[in-house]
């Protein structure tokens, strides 16, 4: 009998899943009910007794889980590598961020950019900490608008609100509309590593053990590449 695995997700893999998702259920007639969230919120669902099968998120949180008890040691993955990039409006000027000083100029310059909230996702909290390292937090407090990159911060950048946009590679490729710069530079630039576990306890959980073996196929992993991912390990 098919079975509904219900995934938590944040946002920086939604391409893969909008393209291996009905190819799994497809193949096993099993059907992944995806559910999105900035990490913070993930966080404070866990923790207020939410239980999907699967969650999905940068592997350090996914290991700090498995020590908790709340994910499966046993039925996990490392799935990719996605960077951190800088996004603007197709046509719009492009700033020089080939270097740490570079960059530091370009946010300078900048009338106003946007990241996502340092409290809500990995990548916010990076940017944060980047600007005091850079020595301008106090100079970009009046220009950043905080906005996770799907709940506004790439409506943002299209709408001309922000030049620019600090995000997650795989949130800001094949976006109609928005350019890649490229790569945070050599000195500043933020990896995260993302991997999948089977929750404890799920009621799907040899489906949803499935789902992650499939997610992690080397045959699947051209479409984490055109999601903006680099291979694991």
Not at 32 to 55: C, N, Q, W
Not at 102 to 125: E, I, K
Not at 138 to 154: F, N, S, T
Request: with cysteine; proline share 8%.
């Amino acid at each position: 009998m098919p079975v509904e695995i219900h995934l938590m997700s944040g946002y920086a893999p939604k391409e893969v899943f909008v393209r291996l998702a009905p190819q799994f259920e497809k193949k096993t007639g099993d059907k992944p009910i995806l559910h999105y969230a900035v990490l913070s919120v993930i966080r404070d669902k866990l923790t207020a007794g939410e239980r999907p099968d699967i969650i999905v998120m940068p592997v350090p949180l996914i290991e700090g889980y498995v020590t908790q008890g709340l994910a499966r040691a046993d039925a996990r993955a490392t799935l990719g590598i996605v960077g951190t990039g800088v996004v603007i409006k197709q046509g719009a000027k492009v700033p020089d961020i080939s270097s740490r000083d570079a960059f530091r100029q370009a946010l300078l310059d900048a009338r106003s950019v946007t990241h996502a909230p340092p409290a809500a996702t990995p990548s916010g909290a990076y940017c944060a900490k980047m600007l005091e390292q850079l020595g301008i937090a106090d100079v970009m407090a009046k220009k950043v608008i905080h906005k996770p990159a799907l709940e506004g911060g790439l409506a943002a950048v299209a709408s001309g609100e922000a030049e620019f946009g600090i995000f997650p590679k795989s949130e800001i490729v094949n976006v109609d509309g928005l350019q890649l710069v490229g790569l945070l530079p050599q000195g500043v630039q933020f990896n995260n590593v993302y991997g999948a576990a089977v929750v404890v306890g799920s009621k799907a959980a040899e489906p949803a053990a499935a789902f992650v073996r499939f997610l992690a196929d080397p045959a699947n992993r051209p479409v984490w590449t055109n999601a903006g991912f680099d291979p694991p390990g």
